[in-house]
């Protein structure tokens, strides 16, 4: 049984930085792809960063130098580093998995003063 777990959300003031994590289990993690989605309010979801197996990681123009995604195969995690959080990164971020496009329940994060 696939299971990706977010943890990591809460309520940070702009400017600061949070966390999250996502810890999977049920597939061979280090054979795929991982990746970080978003949705905020009103929006649709919107993908923040990809952890290829291989290659560098990729992110979305919008926290290009601000967020930071990584992964430990060996713990199968993979992580998602938010500095200098905006208002505007108000939303519930999701992980995801290419293994059949699974997805986790989300964690919300706020940006707010």
């Known amino acids: 049984q696939v299971q990706l777990v977010e943890s990591g959300g809460g309520l940070v003031q702009p400017g600061g930085s949070l966390t999250l994590s996502c810890a999977a289990s049920?597939?061979?993690?280090?054979?795929?792809?991982m990746y970080w989605y978003r949705q905020g309010p009103g929006k649709e979801r919107e993908l923040v960063a990809v952890s290829p197996t291989l290659a560098d990681p990729r992110y979305a123009d919008s926290v290009k130098g601000r967020f930071t995604i990584s992964r430990d195969n060996s713990k199968n995690t993979v992580s998602l580093q938010m500095n200098n959080l905006k208002t505007e990164d108000t939303a519930v971020y999701y992980c995801?998995?290419?293994?059949?496009?699974?997805w986790g329940q989300g964690t919300q994060v706020t940006v707010s003063s």
């Open positions: 049920g597939f061979t993690f280090r054979n795929y792809f």
């Open positions: 995801q998995t290419a293994y059949r496009n699974y």
